[in-house]
T-cell receptor
Framework: KAGVTQTPRYLIKTRGQQVTLSCSPISGHRSVSWYQQTPGQGLQFLFEYFSETQRNKGNFPGRFSGRQFSNSRSEMNVSTLELGDSALYLC?????????FGQGTRLTVV | GENVEQHPSTLSVQEGDSAVIKCTYSDSASNYFPWYKQELGKGPQLIIDIRSNVGEKKDQRIAVTLNKTAKHFSLHITETQPEDSAVYFCAATPRRDDKIIFGKGTRLHILP
């Protein structure tokens, strides 16, 4: 069974640009969550989608948004990038309580 | 909402000794407590979890204990080995359909 796949693995963007990250969950998993990981801050919850609906939301500004498609694949978008958005973005899929993570997308904003 | 505190942020242990990482949570409704291990360049991987109806769970060299009254839970690694060097995260969630909230992580160094 294939694991959680995130693309791309690395991204370099300029301040003010926008970016879209993709996550393909484990087959059969309907929940996809997104986390931002920065040194010293751990894993901060962005949002979770379940069956194409946002089920939970963290405390991030509206520049961070996401969506989920009918095949459970999810995308997250960050608009008007800031230097502080540089981080590892992780997605996790789950069928029940156990979450399985992808390897993440390393975003660098310059 | 739920808040998870994790200590210490860094831990150095001699190979063969034991390591203990402690976490506290704020939401008394939380009932699922997973622990994740993250190696360099990889995403976090579940190593053990415990539910609120159990006080302790063990899997080979790894054990987790839960004190619901005090709202804290701990990870114990015995007979540590070099491959145990990684960042460990504790987490908590109150319901199956709720978000999983993570602590800030503990970087564990196993010294030769």
């Amino acid at each position: 069974k294939a694991g959680v796949t995130q693309t791309p693995r690395y991204l370099i963007k300029t301040r003010g640009q926008q970016v879209t990250l993709s996550c393909s969950p484990i087959s059969g998993h309907r929940s996809v969550s997104w986390y931002q990981q920065t040194p010293g801050q751990g894993l901060q919850f962005l949002f979770e989608y379940f069956s194409e609906t946002q089920r939970n939301k963290g405390n991030f500004p509206g520049r961070f948004s996401g969506r989920q498609f009918s095949n459970s694949r999810s995308e997250m978008n960050v608009s008007t990038l800031e230097l502080g958005d540089s981080a590892l973005y992780l997605c996790a899929s789950r069928a029940d309580t156990e979450a399985f993570f992808g390897q993440g997308t390393r975003l660098t904003v310059v | 909402g739920e808040n998870v505190e994790q200590h210490p942020s860094t831990l150095s242990v001699q190979e063969g000794d034991s390591a203990v990482i402690k976490c506290t949570y704020s939401d008394s409704a939380s009932n699922y407590f997973p622990w994740y291990k993250q190696e360099l360049g990889k995403g976090p991987q579940l190593i053990i979890d415990i539910r609120s109806n159990v006080g302790e769970k063990k899997d080979q060299r790894i054990a987790v204990t839960l004190n619901k009254t005090a709202k804290h839970f701990s990870l114990h690694i015995t007979e540590t080995q070099p491959e145990d060097s990684a960042v460990y995260f504790c987490a908590a969630t109150p319901r199956r359909d709720d978000k999983i909230i993570f602590g800030k992580g503990t970087r564990l160094h196993i010294l030769p």
